[in-house]
RNA sequence: GGCCCCGUAGCUCAGCUGGAUAGAGCAGCGGACUUCUAAUCCGCAGGUCGCAGGUUCGAAUCCUGCCGGGGUCACCA
C-alpha cells in the first residue's frame, strides 16, 4: 500500500466532510491536490497543498481552511501532529507505527512492491530500437534498447497490458545496398571477385562469414558465373540475398539483445506491411479524406543544397495537424518514402488496439516527431496517443578521454563489444543515470570502479550489503528462519532510531516513485530512487558499526531486536531488487 | 533561416508534471578502520537556477523574447 495514497484517501474523506458540513461547497474538483513528502524533512512527513489549491474555489483564505482540514487530521491516532505551515501548507507527522506498518507490507508483497493497477490493464506499445538491420548494433542503439526496456517494464509494473515492438526496415534502399553487400561477399567467397568494394555498399565484415557460410552451403543454388547472374535476373538475386542478409542481421541484433537481457514480444516488417496493401490502404482513406495532393514544397532555408531541383510530390497535409510543413509520401521512383510506410505502420498499431503508443527514438530523428505526431492525429482521428522519448547521444569514453570512433579506420565500438567489456548490468545500469533528453557520457574505466562515484557499484554493494547481514544472522542463530514470511511476526516497534526511520520513509516512497516515473515515462528516475535509498542505509550501517554500537543490525544478545532489523534488512533488500528488477540488472548479493 | 533538445555549485548531474530556506556525487578542506565488507560514512565550504519580461497565493519548473551550446532540415531510414 502506498501510504501517500493511504492519506489522499483519508483527505479526501476529510474534504467530503467538510462539504457535508457545508464548510466547503459541494462538488470541488480535488484534481490538483497532491499529498507528497515535503522537500525539507522538517517540515514533517507529508504535505498537502489542498488548502490552497482549494481556497479560491471555496472562497476562503488558504490558511483558515487549512486549519480546518487540520484539525480533522488530528483525529486519526497515526497523525502525531497537523500544521498549517507558509501559505497554507498541511504538515503531517505521523507515528513511527504508521511507518513501521509498512515494512510489514513489503515483506508480504516481496519484489512486486510497487506494484499497482494504475494501468488498468489497458494496452500499451513500447517500440523501440527498430534499427535498421543492416549491420551490427552500436551504443547508441544500447541507450534506446535500455530505456525503452527499462521503461516497459516500468509500465508493466503498474499494471498496463505491455507488448514490447521492434519495427523492422526491410523495405528501403539500404536493404537493397545490403543485399548487393552481401552478394559481392558472396562471390568474394567463392573466390570469384577481387577489387575494392564500391563504396555504396556496406563495408563491415560482419557480411564475411555470412557469405562464407552460404558459399559452403548453398554452392550450386546461386549463380557462380555472370551468365548465370543474366539469366536469373538481377532482381531475382538482389530478392534472395536480401533476405539471406535480412535474417542475417536480424539475428545478429537479436542476439546482442539478448546479451542485454531484452526480449520483443513482437516484430514488425515494414516490407509485410507494404505487401499486405498497408500503406494503400491508410493512403485511400487520407484521400477520401483529402488529405493528400500532389504539390510542390519550397526548398530546405539556410542550408545550401546542390541537387535540389523543384519535383512535384504525393504530399500528406501534415501541417493542418501540427507539423511546419507538409511531407511526402512518394519517392521520384513512385516508391513510398520511410514516412508513408512509418504511417501505416503507426496506423497498424492503433487497429491492433493500441490507444497509447511510445516510441523510443534517437535524438537524430528529432526532426521527424512532428510529422509523426501529426500522422497519428490524422490517422487515428484524435483517438490515439503518442508519445516520442528522443535518446540524447551516448558519449563513449575511456579512463575520461573520449572514444574516437570511425568506421572507415576499423575503430569503430559495438554496442556487443561494450556489453563483453563490462557486462550487461553496467550497461543497462549507465544508460539510465541521465534522463533520455540529455547527453550521456559512458566512461569504460569509471562504470567499472568499486567506488561511491559509480552508481551501480553503489546500488550493487547496498544490496550485497543486505544479505551479507542476512548471511552473518543465518550463522549466529542457526535454527531461526528469517524469510520474509517469517519476519512478517516481528516486533517492528523496536525500529525506532532517526537513522532506521529515515530509511523506512524512504523505502515507503517507492510506489510512489514508481507511479510517478511510469506515468511520466521517466524510467530514469528508479536509478535515481536506488541511490537515494541506498545512501541512506551505508549511513545506517556506518551509524552502527563506528557510533553507536546499539544500532548493529545484528545482536547475539537481543533475537527480537535482531530480528526487527532483520525485517528491515531484508526489507531493503526487496525494495532495492524491485527497483532493479525493473531495470533490467540483476540484483547481486555478493561483491567480490 | 525554421524546428527540436539542453543551459542549475569549479566539474558531472538530480530536482518528484507549480510549492516552503534549490539538492547529490566528484574535485577541495577536516574527521571516523581490533568491521554485520572503510568497496563505506560524518562534517565544512561552495548558487544572480543563461538574461529580461509575463502568468499567480507561489516559478529552476508554465508562456514570450533574446543570448550561448548541440541536433536536424525534399527525392535516406
Known amino acids: 500500500m502506498d501510504p501517500f495514497q493511504l492519506l489522499k484517501s483519508r483527505l479526501t474523506g476529510i474534504l467530503d466532510d467538510l462539504a457535508e458540513a457545508g464548510t466547503l461547497p459541494q462538488g470541488l474538483d480535488y484534481g490538483r491536490v497532491n499529498v507528497e513528502p515535503p522537500r525539507e524533512a522538517e517540515h514533517g512527513d507529508v504535505a ?103 521503461l516497459a517494464a516500468l509500465l508493466a509494473k503498474v499494471g498496463f497490458a505491455v507488448t514490447r515492438e521492434y519495427y523492422v526496415n526491410d523495405a528501403g534502399a539500404q536493404v537493397e545496398a545490403l543485399a548487393r553487400s552481401l552478394h559481392f561477399r558472396y562471390w568474394e567467397a567463392l573466390g570469384l571477385q577481387v577489387g575494392e ?29 555472370p551468365e548465370k547472374k543474366r539469366v536469373l535476373g538481377e532482381s531475382f538475386l538482389l530478392e534472395q540475398f536480401r533476405e539471406i542478409a535480412v535474417d542475417a542481421m536480424m539475428e545478429m541484433i537479436r542476439d546482442d539483445l539478448a546479451a542485454l537481457g531484452i526480449v520483443f514480444d513482437r516484430f514488425s516488417s515494414e516490407r509485410a506491411l507494404v505487401e499486405a496493401g498497408g500503406v494503400d490502404k491508410v493512403l485511400a482513406d487520407l484521400e477520401d479524406r483529402d488529405l493528400v495532393y500532389t504539390g510542390t ?6 542550408k545550401e543544397s ?40 503507426h496506423f497498424d498499431k492503433h487497429t491492433r488496439g493500441y490507444r497509447d503508443m511510445i516510441d523510443v527514438w534517437g535524438a537524430d530523428h528529432g526532426g521527424y516527431v512532428k510529422r509523426m505526431h501529426a500522422a497519428v492525429k490524422a490517422l487515428t482521428a484524435g483517438g490515439g496517443n503518442l508519445d516520442v522519448k528522443l535518446c540524447q547521444m551516448v ?98 516497534g523496536l525500529l525506532a532510531d532517526e537513522a532506521e526511520l529515515d530509511l523506512i520513509k524512504s ?51 537481543d533475537l527480537g531486536l535482531t530480528r526487527a532489523r532483520l525485517a528491515l534488512v531484508r526489507g531493503l533488500a526487496l525494495v532495492i531488487a524491485s527497483g532493479l528488477e525493473v531495470m533490467g540488472v540483476t540484483p547481486v548479493e555478493e561483491m567480490r
Open 297 to 302: 514544397l519550397d526548398p530546405p532555408k539556410g
Open 507 to 557: 523505502m515507503a516512497e517507492w510506489p510512489r516513485v514508481v507511479e510517478g516515473a511510469a506515468e511520466a515515462h521517466e524510467p530514469h528516475r528508479i536509478a535515481y530512487y536506488l541511490l537515494d535509498v541506498s545512501g541512506l542505509f551505508h549511513a545506517l550501517w556506518t551509524k552502527g558499526t563506528r557510533e553507536d554500537a546499539s544500532l548493529r543490525f545484528l545482536n547475539e544478545q
Open 48 to 150: 498537502t497543498n489542498a488548502a490552497m489549491v482549494l481556497a479560491k474555489p471555496a472562497e476562503m483564505k488558504p490558511r483558515d481552511l487549512a486549519e480546518a482540514i487540520a484539525g480533522k487530521f488530528t483525529g486519526f491516532d497515526d497523525v502525531t501532529e497537523a500544521e498549517v505551515a507558509g501559505p497554507g501548507f498541511i504538515n503531517l507527522r505521523l507515528a513511527p507505527a504508521f511507518w513501521q506498518a509498512r515494512i510489514g507490507d513489503i515483506l508480504a508483497a516481496g519484489t512486486a512492491y510497487g506494484d499497482s493497477q494504475l494501468g488498468a490493464g489497458r494496452k500499451v506499445n513500447v517500440e523501440y530500437v527498430s534499427a535498421n538491420p543492416t549491420g551490427p548494433l552500436h551504443v547508441g542503439h544500447g541507450r534506446g534498447a535500455v530505456v525503452g526496456d527499462a
Open 306 to 345: 546542390d541537387d535540389w531541383e523543384p519535383r512535384p510530390q504525393l504530399l500528406f497535409r501534415a501541417s493542418d495537424f501540427g507539423d511546419d510543413v507538409d511531407r511526402p509520401l512518394k519517392k521520384s521512383d513512385g516508391s513510398w518514402t520511410y514516412f508513408a510506410t512509418d504511417m501505416a505502420y
Open 197 to 225: 568494394m564500391p563504396e555504396d555498399m556496406y563495408p563491415g565484415e560482419y557480411l564475411i562469414p555470412v557469405a562464407e557460410k552460404l558459399a559452403e552451403k548453398d554452392r550450386s543454388n546461386w549463380p557462380a558465373t
Open 395 to 492: 558519449n563513449l569514453m575511456d579512463g575520461g578521454e573520449p572514444v574516437k570512433m570511425s568506421k572507415r579506420a576499423g575503430t569503430f565500438v559495438t554496442l556487443r563489444e561494450v556489453i563483453d567489456e563490462v557486462g550487461k548490468d553496467v550497461v543497462r545500469f549507465i544508460m539510465l543515470t541521465r534522463k533520455n533528453d540529455a547527453g550521456l557520457d559512458f566512461d569504460l574505466k569509471k562504470v567499472l570502479e568499486q567506488s561511491r562515484d559509480n552508481p551501480v557499484f553503489y546500488v550493487q554493494y547496498s544490496h550485497a550489503r543486505c544479505h551479507s547481514v542476512l548471511r552473518h544472522a543465518a550463522e549466529m542463530f542457526p535454527d531461526e528462519d528469517f524469510s520474509p514470511a517469517a519476519l512478517t511476526g516481528a516486533n517492528l
